[in-house]
């Protein structure tokens, strides 16, 4: 019996040089970002934020529960998360 589909394949990933391509590819990469950003906040209990900046300069950010309060606790606290990354790091 021959099938007539192949059915779902591997895609070689590989850069695209339309400017088009690669703005619709931006768009729905960050909005799947910020999408299991939010989850990940919901479902493990963290504040998050992410900013990313586009090619054209465009800023897009998401936090939970605000950017700007992530970055402010970020730079006013003594960065005792340094010490968990590192031992994160040795293993």
Request: aromatic share 6%; glycine share 6%; charged share 25%.
């Amino acid at each position: 019996m021959h099938r007539k589909r192949k059915g779902r394949q591997r895609i070689q990933m590989e850069r695209s040089e339309k400017a088009s391509t690669l703005l619709v590819t931006f768009s729905k990469c960050c909005c799947g970002l910020f999408t299991n950003a939010s989850e990940i906040s919901i479902l493990c209990g963290v504040e998050i934020a992410i900013i990313v900046f586009s090619r054209g300069k465009k800023v897009l950010s998401f936090g939970d529960p605000s950017v700007e309060m992530i970055v402010d606790s970020f730079l006013t606290k003594n960065h005792a998360w340094i010490s968990v990354v590192d031992q994160v790091r040795c293993l």
